[in-house]
C-alpha cells in the first residue's frame, strides 16, 4: 500500500509477557517515528529513526521499551515484560526527509491491550 | 521544556456554523506550529503548518489557522463546518532544529449536529 503500516491493529498481551509491533513506513522515506496515544495522556513521542539510528531515545518510557529499524525500512517496537499501564495505540509516523516541518505521515496505529 | 495547551476537550458546533479551536503553546524560541486532525479509526492527517512568514496559513478541507506571537496561539479556524469534520484535533509544536519530534496538546473532540 502506499500509506504507513502497522501490524498488528490490536494487541491484546498478558502482564509480563513481551510484544513486539511492526511499523512498515512509506518506502523511501528515511525518517520514522514512534508515538504512544495513551487516554488522559495524548500523544506522547517515543523514538525516531533516521536512517538505522536514533539519535533520540528520550522519549522512550523505560528500559523496558526498545525499538530497530533495519534496511532504513521497517520498524519494530519491543516492550518487554508489559504492564496494565503500557495499554495505548501506538503510533508510527514515517516523512521522506529530515527535517522540522517536513510531512510525517502515521498510520493507524496499534491498540495494545495488556490484561 | 516545551508545551502545547488545548483548553477545550470537546467542542459541540452545528453543521454550518464557524469553528475555532484554540491552542496555546510554550517555547523559547520559533516555534514550528502544526494542526492534525484523527478522523475515528483513521490515523493522523496534517492540517497546516506554520515555519514563519504570513502568520495566516491555508490548509486542506477549508481549515485555516492564524499565528499570534503576542498570545503564543495557533488557532484553527473554519467558517463552515461539515458533518465530515466531526474529529479529534490535535495541535502541535516542533523544535526548530536538531530534531522534529513533535509535542502535542491533549486534543479537541469535535462533534457536529445537525
Known amino acids: 500500500g502506499a500509506g504507513v503500516s502497522q501490524s498488528p491493529s490490536n494487541k491484546v498481551t498478558e502482564k509480563g509477557k513481551d510484544v513486539e509491533l511492526r511499523c512498515d513506513p512509506i518506502?523511501?522515506?528515511?525518517?520514522l517515528y514512534w508515538y504512544r496515544q495513551s487516554l488522559g495522556q495524548g500523544l506522547e513521542f517515543l523514538i525516531y529513526?533516521?536512517?538505522?539510528?536514533?539519535p533520540d531515545k528520550s522519549g522512550l518510557p523505560s528500559d523496558r521499551f526498545s525499538a530497530e529499524r533495519t534496511g532504513g525500512s521497517v520498524s519494530t517496537l519491543t516492550i518487554q515484560r508489559t504492564q496494565q499501564e503500557d495499554s495505548a495505540v501506538y503510533l508510527c509516523a514515517s516523512s521522506p526527509e529530515w527535517g522540522v516541518g517536513t510531512e510525517a505521515f502515521f498510520g493507524q496505529g496499534t491498540r495494545l491491550t495488556v490484561v | 521544556a516545551q508545551s502545547v495547551t488545548q483548553p477545550d476537550i470537546h467542542i459541540t458546533v452545528s453543521e454550518g456554523a464557524s469553528l475555532e479551536l484554540r491552542c496555546n503553546y510554550s517555547y523559547g524560541a520559533t516555534p514550528y506550529l502544526f494542526w492534525y486532525v484523527q478522523s475515528p479509526g483513521q490515523g493522523l492527517q496534517l492540517l497546516l503548518k506554520y515555519f514563519s512568514g504570513d502568520t495566516l496559513v491555508q490548509g486542506i478541507k477549508g481549515f485555516e489557522a492564524e499565528f499570534k506571537r503576542s498570545q503564543s496561539s495557533f488557532n484553527l479556524r473554519k467558517p463552515s463546518v461539515h458533518w465530515s469534520d466531526a474529529a479529534e484535533y490535535f495541535c502541535?509544536?516542533?523544535?526548530?532544529?536538531?530534531?522534529?519530534?513533535?509535542?502535542f496538546g491533549t486534543g479537541t473532540r469535535l462533534t457536529i449536529i445537525p
Open positions: 518506502s523511501g522515506h528515511t525518517a
Open positions: 529513526f533516521q536512517g538505522n539510528s536514533a
Open positions: 502541535a509544536v516542533a523544535h526548530n532544529f536538531g530534531n522534529e519530534k513533535l509535542t
